[in-house]
């Protein structure tokens, strides 16, 4: 039953359920599971993961444990997508050659060249709902988006820093990675080599623009 589930070259650390529901079996296992974590003290409150989490280029060549990696594509696989469509992929690049021509792929960006490399692809086929072309390629850009995201805050709660690559000649990597689709962004993970205050952010004030109820609409909503 594993190679159903489980792409070549890829094998669960945890041991898969038989029943019928098996993907989320296995998403809920490898999440539910903290024993990992628990024995490495690491603080993954969501809220401080979110506060510490800081974008980082400079990456040690240490290698990232599986149980890790695991829990980084499980927590994408958790994201919301349009309809529950899943319409994104995400290939898992383990081979040096391809990375280093991923660096090239990437305006020549070297971190791109890092422990783990997630590239995060759209797939509006398989977003089976009734709407325009444009639309369907919008809900898998934001497919992809998400779950991308959420591998990152992931990537933080395991004591790990990440890279987004926005900055790549999309063509050039799905030829390089061997697909049709259209990626989306790149995922660079690994042991940063020095921890990183976050950067600033504007304030709160300037970001959000509260709409408050129209007075006119009190008016006239008023018994004459
Ligand atoms: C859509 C998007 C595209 C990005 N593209 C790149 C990129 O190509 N190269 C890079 O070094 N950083 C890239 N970044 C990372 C940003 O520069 C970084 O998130 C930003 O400076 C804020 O820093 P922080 O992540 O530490 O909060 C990108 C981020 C996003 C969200």
Sequence with gaps: MAEKLFPKGY???????????VRNQLLTTIL?????????????????????????RKF?????????IEKILAAADTAPTAGNFQGFEIFHVKDTKMKEKLVGAANKQPYVNAPLVLIYCKNPSRVKLNFSKKMLTKFA?????????????????LGLSSIWIGMIDE?????????????SSIL?????????????????????????????????????
């Excluded at 094998?11 to 529901?21: A, L, N, R, T, W």
């Excluded at 040690?60 to 890790?68: H, M, Q």
């Excluded at 709409?211 to 006239?220: D, N, R």
């Design 60 to 68: 040690e060549s240490k290698a990232i444990e599986e149980w890790k």
């Design 11 to 21: 094998q669960p650390i945890h041991q898969v359920s038989e029943k019928e529901d």
């Design 171 to 183: 063509e050039k990597v799905a030829k390089i990675i061997g697909t049709k689709l259209v990626p």
């Design 141 to 157: 850009i934001q497919d992809a988006t998400l779950a991308a995201a959420y591998s990152q805050l992931a990537a933080t709660a």
């Design 32 to 56: 539910s599971d903290h024993s990992k974590e628990k024995e490495a003290k690491l603080d993954t409150d969501i809220f401080d993961v979110m506060s510490r989490r800081r974008s980082t």
């Design 188 to 224: 660079c993970i690994g042991y940063p080599t020095k921890q990183k205050l976050p950067k600033s952010r504007r304030n709160l004030s300037e970001l959000i623009h509260v709409l408050e109820p129209k007075k006119i609409a009190k008016i006239t909503k008023k018994k004459v």
